[in-house]
């Protein structure tokens, strides 16, 4: 995403997205060609996991530049709402192709979709013509209060890198992220515990869920804030983590799916706000390269499936995983509580939308 990012900013959102396009799709086809081990690593490994770092960070920064500060949260929550809505397609299409055409066919076939949807797609794709102003918030009605206009800041990433904002954003995004990617890992499994070979209803809920809570934050995010936003979510969902091993132990099928779709919504939403926050923070003409870089802090949410891997081969359940990725999340909490806007001294000012 970094150089996708960088791409982005000084090529355009077409050429990310067409670049993406290819490699993702040469990826999945190289891998259905060789049929080994080696072929998915480097195929959909390597050259599928760099097309869609390229391809990912085309459309949301090229998005947000049309659109004022008043509307990022809902423009970046439609934007990533579909990469989050594909778990509804792909898993029961990739099951329909394996089924009818093999794995290595099922590739190939994905490799040709992937390509000729996204790089159509992306060339629908363009940035507003130069002084282009995005529309400002509706004024405000006759005696209510005003609302202070957003002063908008562009910063360098070499300025960025250099406050402290930066590295909260990152640790806010690791934050909001292991939590989701605790419960994503293991969503299968807990759901074949209690719906057996149904558990794939599970997954596909999760998945309408994520998208759905990637648009729904960004909605309130615009009415509330970012922080208020990322602190609504993370609390329900430290409060379901911390109530998960009981959920779990009730054997209720309800209350399964109401704690799983609320840590779905909550890693949806994150994935919405963290490039809201980021152009917030340091304005919208670097988005891409700016973005690329805390997105470092979703890979670095990792470590929670991996400790929670550990725990359950040590103590035979998930439960102090889940205890652990609450008080993660409430950490989060306090960090994103105390991060404001970082002091625009040194970088590019920029007219406030009219």
Excluded at 199 to 215: D, H, K, P, Q, Y
Excluded at 228 to 253: D, E
Aim: proline fraction near 5%.
């Amino acid at each position: 995403m970094i150089p996708g990012g960088r791409i982005q900013d000084k090529y355009g959102p077409k050429i990310g997205a067409t670049l993406g396009g290819l490699f993702l799709a040469g990826g999945c086809i190289l891998a259905g060609l060789m049929k080994s081990y080696t072929g998915l690593i480097i195929g959909f490994g390597v050259m599928g996991g760099i097309g869609m770092g390229i391809g990912y960070a085309a459309p949301t920064p090229a998005a947000l530049k049309w659109f004022g500060p008043h509307k990022r949260g809902l423009v970046a929550g439609l934007v990533v709402g579909g990469y989050g809505g594909a778990a509804l397609y792909i898993a029961p299409l990739a099951t329909y192709l394996i089924n009818n055409y093999g794995l290595s066919g099922s590739f190939i076939i994905l490799g040709v979709l992937f390509a000729v949807v996204v790089i159509i797609a992306g060339q629908l794709l363009s940035w507003p013509p130069e002084g282009y102003v995005p529309p400002g918030a509706p004024a405000a009605k006759a005696g209510s209060p005003g609302k202070t206009a957003l002063t908008t800041v562009d910063w360098s990433p070499s300025e960025m890198v250099k406050t402290w904002q930066f590295y909260a954003l990152i640790v806010m995004f690791a934050g909001n992220t292991q939590s989701g990617l605790l419960v994503i890992n293991n969503a299968l499994g807990i759901g074949k515990g209690l719906l057996g070979a149904s558990a794939f209803l599970l997954v596909s809920f999760g998945g309408l869920i994520n998208a759905m809570g990637r648009i729904g934050t960004g909605i309130y995010s615009d009415k509330i804030g970012r922080t208020n936003a990322y602190t609504v979510n993370c609390i329900i969902s430290a409060l379901c983590l911390f109530m998960m091993p009981t959920i779990l132990g009730s054997k209720s099928i309800p209350l399964m799916f109401i704690a799983i779709g609320i840590a779905y919504w909550q890693y949806g939403g994150g994935l919405a706000l963290m490039p809201s926050f980021t152009a917030d923070f340091f304005g919208a003409k670097n988005l891409g390269f700016s973005y690329g870089l805390v997105f470092i802090g979703w890979g670095l949410g990792f470590f929670m499936p991996q400790i929670g891997g550990v725990i359950k081969d040590i103590t035979g359940s998930l439960d102090w995983a889940f205890y652990l990725s609450g008080l993660v999340l409430i950490a989060a909490v306090i960090l994103a509580r105390v991060t404001r806007r970082p002091s625009s001294a040194g970088a590019v000012a920029v007219a406030p939308a009219k």
